[in-house]
């Protein structure tokens, strides 16, 4: 861990400003959060802060707000959760205090006269637009509010905002918190010094959002498996045609490159060797099973891997010291079309010898529908923000925190 972390200072009875990622689903009229799973994911954090007697600063974006204050994007429902987690978890009445907005007299006051282990979160961020901007007078105002800073946020760490990268010109050290720094720890090993050998499996519907992943794995994997509506770029560029499945015409010449330099690099990229085809894309479709190397029938499509492909990638999985997983192998929202994902998600859970990691909101869907979160090494809180660390790229709210 390149970084210093939460573990590495002293926060006892000092005002510390943790940025998390609170922007969860909630109910259309913002009333009642539907899944609390990143508030839960940052419990460790929160919690240590409160066990060291730190005066604790909770502050999150949430939703698109667009730069205005819109009562539907509140963070308010989200205190009262959290103090229902934090009272479960510590077995204490912990209220959280709410603050009507991040910056300003109002939260200056009641980040004031925080006691040690208590807990004020701050309204949405981005109901300024300066957030967004990464404006430094705007920065300089959420640093005034405390004297340590913790980013907890991976999920915005790709994003140079006001409170990822801006705040820490005024406010230092600024350190990992325990969900960042199990991220970068766990993503930076399998992208440095992997456990061989080491299988990607990427999926999902595009090409064009992976392609840099897809490049710079391809200089590090011993196997790459390529799934989902992706895979018909590529068996496009193998000269098959794929009927009405989902092709990205314009990457077809991308797919070819990624086809050469894995033969260049002795990597097995794996392609599926057969399909579940549709005859239309509903979920209770005429399907039948067709080999990739035969070109599809013009009215149909391919929604999920097909047996002998399942059985591939279980048989790669299987032999895995490193796994990284991210997108689903098909039309992951009709259960018909989810074989090929829910197989995967149980081939990874069932190779415990291996460092497993997935990322991506659809893997991350599966893996918790069957059940087997908690069989998986590390389960990646952030989806753009992991696809950039895999790609290789610089996070700048990574990159903002404090040296060791």
Not at 331 to 360: D, L, M, Q
């Amino acid at each position: 861990m390149p970084k210093l972390s939460i573990r590495d200072i002293d926060l006892t009875n000092k005002r510390v400003f943790i940025r998390v990622d609170f922007n969860v689903p909630l109910t259309e009229d913002g009333s009642t959060i539907t899944d609390d799973t990143r508030i839960v994911a940052t419990l460790p954090t929160i919690q240590y802060a409160i066990q060291h007697q730190a005066k604790v600063i909770l502050a999150s974006h949430l939703g698109r707000p667009k730069g205005k204050v819109n009562p539907k994007y509140s963070l308010r429902p989200v205190a009262a959760r959290l103090s229902e987690l934090l009272a479960k978890a510590t077995g204490q009445a912990i209220s959280v205090a709410f603050a009507p907005d991040c910056i300003g007299e109002e939260a200056a006051s009641l980040a004031n006269q925080l006691q040690p282990g208590e807990v004020l979160l701050l309204e949405n961020l981005r109901y300024h637009p300066e957030e967004e901007a990464n404006d430094p007078a705007f920065s300089k105002a959420l640093a005034s509010l405390a004297e340590l800073y913790v980013n907890d946020a991976f999920g915005s760490a790709h994003r140079a905002h006001a409170s990822t990268e801006g705040i820490t010109h005024f406010l230092t050290p600024a350190v990992a918190g325990l969900l960042m720094e199990k991220e970068i720890t766990y993503l930076g090993k399998a992208l440095e010094s992997p456990e061989k050998p080491f299988v990607a499996i990427i999926g999902g519907s595009k090409i064009s959002g992976k392609i840099d992943v897809i490049d710079n794995l391809l200089d590090k994997v011993d196997t790459l498996v390529i799934v989902g509506g992706m895979a018909y770029t590529f068996q496009r560029a193998l000269g098959v045609t794929t009927g009405k499945s989902l092709v990205e015409e314009d990457k077809i010449e991308m797919a070819k490159a990624a086809l050469d330099k894995a033969k260049a690099k002795g990597v097995n990229l794996l392609l599926p060797v057969d399909n579940i085809l549709a005859d239309s894309f509903t979920p209770d479709a005429k399907t039948q099973i067709w080999d990739s190397t035969v070109n599809f029938p013009s009215d149909w499509q391919g929604l999920d891997i097909g047996p002998k492909s399942i059985e591939a990638i279980e048989a790669v999985v299987a032999t895995a010291r490193t796994i990284v997983w991210n997108g689903p192998a098909g039309v992951f929202e009709f259960p018909r079309f989810a074989v090929g994902t829910n197989a995967i998600a149980k081939a990874v859970a069932a190779n415990k010898a291996a460092i497993s990691i997935i990322g991506g909101g659809d893997s991350v869907s599966a893996i918790n529908k069957t059940g087997l979160a908690d069989q998986i090494t590390h389960i990646s809180t952030g989806g753009g923000a992991s696809l950039e660390f895999l790609e290789g790229k610089k996070l700048p709210g990574v990159e903002a925190l404090t040296n060791r």
